[in-house]
């Protein structure tokens, strides 16, 4: 990469028209996060996640050296694509650290902190970047042969990121919101210019990954599991107001059109077992174990007992199924809880 070519990626979000919308985006939906009070707080939680996805993935399409497509609803679900908020991780472990050896061990500490993480955490999110694996992302071998391949070049990216660093303080005159948004344009940059440091040698179709799903496979999942998600907080209202029955029926009647009923019968239990008042979950967990009974999976059957158990230690099956859940117990190796549940 030449020094023109880096300036080109410096510039990249402000040329982007799709870019800088969804800079601007998460910018104003942080601004709002800040001024919310207590919504602020799950508006944060909402919209962090989603901006590390969308970062990873400008940085992908750098990598290819192709436009990144502006973040859909997706990304604000806090299911799926995990591997994508891994950079929260090293975000938190820099800035913890950063003020651990400055408050302990004074300015000079802190510098040569700031000097090693930005020399690092570049490679860590290059190797995310290409593999999607956040274990490679933590393997020095994997680490050390990406700043091999990317020769000089990838030394424009530790540079990046020490603008993300020192731009806030360089800036400390400017107003609040005008820092704010110009210290985002350098986290941004940073993705662009460490996706585009990979690029010249091709480093992300020369490592071997897993083959991703197809774009439209991939998108109908991600309309599914937020169709999903919609059903449940239908029927969450519904439960809210006292009418557990009316909610559980609407989940049941989605999940009798469900295209894949044995995964979603899982995937609603698990959401409804985050409920704050989780007893809910445990009627669903009856219909739930009576259909996996009925399918002979003495396997899952026995989890889900488990499972609900934890939750309250006299769950019992429906009594139709009680026998067939101590013989799902039995043939499982789990005699305590066949005795337990013959004392029901």
């Known amino acids: 990469m030449s020094v023109v070519e880096y300036f080109r990626e410096l510039t990249f979000p402000a040329r982007s028209p799709a870019t800088m919308v969804s800079l601007l985006t998460f910018y104003l939906f942080g601004m709002l996060a800040f001024t919310a009070s207590l919504m602020g707080i799950w508006l944060a939680i909402v919209v962090a996640p989603a901006m590390f996805r969308y970062l990873v993935m400008l940085g992908q399409a750098r990598a290819r050296g192709i436009e990144a497509e502006p973040p859909g609803i997706e990304y604000f679900s806090l299911v799926g694509n995990l591997w994508t908020l891994f950079p929260a991780i090293p975000a938190y472990a820099v800035a913890q650290g950063w003020l651990f050896f400055t408050t302990s061990y004074g300015l000079v500490a802190g510098v040569l902190f700031g000097l090693v993480a930005a020399a690092t955490v570049p490679a ?3 190797v995310l970047i290409i593999t999607r694996s956040p274990l490679q992302s933590l393997n020095p071998l994997a680490l050390w042969t990406l700043v ?12 990046t990121l020490g603008l993300v660093l020192i731009v806030p303080t360089l800036l400390s005159g400017l107003p609040n919101w005008l820092q704010s948004l110009l210290g985002l344009y350098v986290v941004f940059a940073f993705y662009a210019v460490t996706g585009a440091v990979t690029r ?5 179709d020369k490592v071997y990954i897993d083959d991703p799903l197809e774009p439209d496979v991939e998108k109908q999942l991600s309309e599914l599991v937020a169709e999903r998600t919609s059903i449940l907080n239908h029927a969450y209202g519904f439960v809210s107001r006292g009418n557990r029955i009316g909610g559980l029926e609407h989940i049941y009647a989605w999940l009798r059109q469900d295209p ?6 899982s995937w609603f239990l698990q959401q409804m077992l985050e409920w704050e008042q989780d007893e809910h979950a ?3 967990a009856q219909v739930y174990l009576s259909r996996l009974l009925g399918l002979d999976d003495a396997v899952k059957a026995t989890k889900v007992i488990l499972r609900c158990r934890l939750i309250n230690e006299r769950f019992r099956p429906l009594a139709e199924d009680l026998p ?8 499982c190796g789990n005699a305590d809880l066949a005795e337990a549940l013959k004392r029901l």
């Open 124 to 126: 860590m999110m290059a």
């Open 148 to 159: 091999r391949e990317c020769g000089r070049s990838y030394w424009y990216a530790p540079a």
């Open 200 to 204: 010249h040698k091709k480093l992300i």
């Open 260 to 265: 894949d009923p044995d995964e979603a019968w």
């Open 282 to 284: 445990l009627f669903f």
């Open 324 to 331: 067939a859940a101590i013989d799902a117990a039995g043939r």
